[in-house]
């Protein structure tokens, strides 16, 4: 498989789409808005569930991040080349893993952080979470893909 | 060391903990080494206690300037299921946890020795070694500091209640109408702010005792450095034939309570519910999320480990063809 290959694609996606639920799931909003509520969503209200799931999927994304990386310095960038729109969301895709590994490192016992930076953390992690989304959802929109002079853009 | 922490060498303890304070005060990681080096525990010997709630009332006294003080009428918040949370007339509730009472002392009948006696326990927040509620804060509202006390930045707090919700005893209690959430989207996001023991920090970072352990006339309770309280706790519990909690309970708390009963028993024997936590055996809540946390570190080596395999098998592939 290569970073065209369909397979990780779908990999990719669904887990961006299992963290991004788990993490606004950080937030005590899904009990409040009902969505715990709907058949076979009750775990989503259960912060334990949804903080060990959003761990699982980040270790997942880190897995298929460094793949995707060493695969195209090594074989993908000799058919393919990176767009445009494909250094943005390498961008904040970065934000969101460097913000990420810093609060996965604050998490861990006798490591403090101050509580401001604390909060920097977690709200730039939010925003380029956020951020990512929102280009992303565009880009599909817009049909932009992440490489170009191949068939099969990922 | 006779176990006793003396005014003087806790007041010394008190200004370096105070110097640590001002360093923290900077927005850039704290020291990232263990915080459990210098972290204080208090002893509650529950033998002592007369149930006098002499601590009750001064710490209703010195933390009153920290107790909320919401606007009314409340914004009303969507939708329906989310309720307001107002202590705010019942400040007097001494009973229980609430947002204007952060410690109070609950009651077991148990027999001691044959004899059946009443124990009276003081009871607030437990100040984790690894504390859930900081660790799950959504906004970095809740945090350890490293003196080993957790504390709720009342500033930041939108009053979810996350972290009462995991936390193992639901010590941190709501109050609506005051905080941030105000400012923010009140009809749709937040309800308040989340109120529990900071054990006095403001008084520690001063060299001052918590106002709970200055006020109690029986010296229930002690405060120190966390081995030499547990090695207390020890020559007591050996002593008396006694039993221990705190030390392991949620992975490791800051608060020893030391007891001539089982502390089964004592959670038997009081009165458990919203804002009465119970004296259960606790798992430490945050062991799985730290264990994952670790693996993580394998998940890029992997991905890389499968991008070469799959660069080499396929320079032996394309190798083979032109051979051939």
Known sequence: MTVGSKALRRVFILTMALTAFTGFGQMPIFKRYYISDIPGMAWSADFYATHFLHYLGASVLLGLFAYFVLDYILTGRKHFQLTPSAYLRIILLVGIVATGILRVFKNMPDVLFSPTFTVFIDISHLGFAMAYLFTALVLAVMKRGWLRNAGYAL | ?324
């Not at chain 2, 459990?36 to 001064?58: N, P």
């Open chain 2, 1 to 324: 060391m006779d176990g006793k922490i003396s005014r003087r060498s806790f007041i010394k303890g008190g200004l370096a903990v105070a110097g640590a304070a001002v360093a923290s005060s900077l927005p850039m990681p704290e020291a990232v080494k263990a915080s459990s080096v210098e972290e204080l525990a208090t002893l509650i010997d529950v033998r002592k206690c007369i149930g006098c709630e002499a601590c009750v009332e001064a710490c209703q006294e010195v933390n009153a300037p920290k107790f909320p003080e919401p606007k009314k009428p409340f914004p009303k918040m969507y939708p329906s299921r989310v309720k307001v949370s107002d202590w705010s007339d019942k400040r007097d509730v001494t009973d229980r946890l609430t947002p204007y009472n952060w410690l109070f002392i609950q009651e077991a009948t148990v027999t001691v020795n044959g004899t059946e006696e009443t124990l009276t326990i003081p009871r607030r927040c437990m100040h984790c070694q690894n504390p859930p509620c900081a660790d799950l804060c959504p906004w970095g509202a809740a945090y350890k500091l490293k003196n080993g006390i957790t504390r709720i930045n009342s500033d930041y707090c939108l009053g979810g209640s996350k972290c009462k919700s995991v936390c193992p005893w639901h010590i941190p209690q709501r109050q609506t109408g005051v905080g941030l959430y105000l400012d923010l989207l009140p009809a749709f996001a937040g309800n308040g702010v989340m109120y529990k023991c900071d054990r006095c920090y403001n008084r520690i970072a001063d060299g001052k005792l918590p106002a709970c352990i200055d006020a109690c006339p029986e010296d229930v309770q002690k405060i120190g450095p966390r081995d030499e309280i547990l090695k207390e706790a020890h020559a007591i519990q050996k002593e008396i034939g006694g039993y221990i909690y705190g030390e392991k309970e949620n992975g490791g708390t800051n608060t020893i309570y030391v007891s001539p009963v089982p502390f089964e028993d004592l959670n038997n024997g009081i009165e458990k519910g919203s804002g009465r936590p119970n004296l259960k055996p606790k798992k430490d809540s945050m062991a799985q999320a730290d264990n994952l946390a670790k693996a993580m570190v394998i998940a890029p080596i992997a991905g890389m480990a499968a991008a070469a395999a799959n660069f080499f098998i396929g320079a032996k592939k394309s190798m083979g063809s032109e051979d051939k």
